[in-house]
């Protein structure tokens, strides 16, 4: 990141103009990361982790059934709040609470089939944040996954750059949310499904949840 860009970093987004476009460019950017490291792996670990479903996913009912399940299990309960709490302790500059938070993921049972996939989408976007030398809690926390202090899970890492770049976190949360939905609905072969009435039905009720979901998760910023 080029010195110019230092002040727009400062300062809230506004909702037009070249900030809103950088917004969205880096929500894309990582977008494109999970949908090319992560969406097939993490849906070999979904098999697992979420229900097993390998080879039964057939039908848009069999989708959704699938989509709800990590919705209510996964998304909800613990990528969002992971995301939004890492975005606060990254404003704060709470680089103990971020680790304690990095360690506490690992701890957790449900997302252990995500690891490979996460680490390998976190370790990518943080390379990408690496030129930003004036960012101290983005250095140290550099510095605490290389010396294996942390394991740099994407969710932490995204919202780290939500909070580096101040991205509105609910903006930030909506958007990671119907990215990971997507992706994982085509990676778990939904595709032909999603292309029809009842499919695009589906999917837009899984959607009407998430603002919901994103208000919920919210106030985690602040703890």
């Known amino acids: 990141m080029r010195p110019s860009e230092k002040s727009a970093r400062r300062q809230p987004l506004p909702e037009s103009g070249i900030a809103q476009s950088t917004a969205e460019n880096l929500l894309g950017d990582f977008s494109a990361l999970l949908q090319q490291i992560g969406a097939a792996e993490m849906w070999l670990a979904c098999e697992s982790a979420v229900h097993p479903v390998a080879g039964q996913i057939s039908s848009v009912a069999g989708l959704r059934r699938f989509l709800e399940t990590y919705l209510s299990e996964i998304l909800l309960p613990l990528e969002l709040p992971a995301i939004a709490r890492a975005c606060g302790q990254v404003r704060r500059g709470e680089l103990r609470e971020l680790i304690a938070l990095d360690q506490k993921i690992a701890s957790e049972p449900r997302l252990a089939p995500f690891a490979s996939a996460s680490r390998t989408i976190g370790s990518m976007q943080l390379q990408r944040l690496r030129p930003l030398r004036d ?5 140290r926390y550099l510095s605490a996954v290389k010396d294996g202090q942390a394991q740099g899970w994407h969710t932490l890492v995204y919202g780290l750059t939500l909070a580096v770049y101040s991205i509105p976190l609910r903006q930030g949360l909506l958007h990671y949310a119907r990215e990971t939905i997507s992706g ?8 032909a499904h999603l292309f029809n009435p009842a499919g695009q039905e589906m999917l837009e009720t899984i959607f009407s949840r998430l603002p919901d979901g994103v208000e919920e998760a919210v106030p985690a910023c602040e703890l």
């Not at 960012?135 to 250095?139: A, D, L, M, Y």
């Not at 994982?184 to 595709?191: K, N, P, Q, R, T």
Request: glycine residues 16%; aromatic residues 0%.
């Open 184 to 191: 994982l609905a085509h990676a778990a072969g939904g595709s």
């Open 135 to 139: 960012e101290r809690t983005v250095q």
